[in-house]
């Protein structure tokens, strides 16, 4: 069992930067991929950047590739997103979630993982 825990999100304008971060439970923190996923109102959720247990091999949705930077802590089960040259359509609820034995092919989809935090709301004003 991983109980997932998100904080950082907020109001940001255009152009700014946030860091979002998941406080996971367990010791078994190291075994799952882990996984930045979004949803806006009336969409469906989708994914943002995941990187792998081992923290080698990292992946971005096109839309944000270059503005985000996902990063992990093994030791300190925590798994970070960087965000960066924010955009209003990148506002919506982002949740952490955690898959056990993805890899780079199948942490891009949302119904692969396992565990999911509660979420943490991101508003980009323009």
């Known amino acids: 069992q991983v109980q997932l825990v998100e904080s950082g999100g907020g109001l940001v304008q255009a152009g700014g930067s946030l860091r979002l971060s998941c406080a996971a439970s367990g010791r078994t923190f190291s075994s799952y991929a882990m996984g930045w996923l979004r949803q806006a109102p009336g969409k469906e959720r989708e994914f943002v950047a995941g990187i792998i247990k081992g923290g080698g091999s990292t992946v971005y949705a096109d839309s944000v590739k270059g503005r985000f930077t996902i990063s992990r802590d093994n030791a300190k089960n925590t798994v970070d997103l960087q965000m960066s040259s924010l955009k209003p359509e990148d506002t919506a609820v982002y949740y952490c979630?955690?898959?056990?034995?993805?890899?780079?092919?199948?942490?891009?989809?949302?119904?692969?993982?396992?565990?999911w935090g509660q979420g943490t709301q991101v508003t980009v004003s323009s």
């Open positions: 979630a955690a898959g056990k034995g993805l890899g780079p092919s199948t942490l891009i989809t949302a119904g692969n993982y396992d565990y």
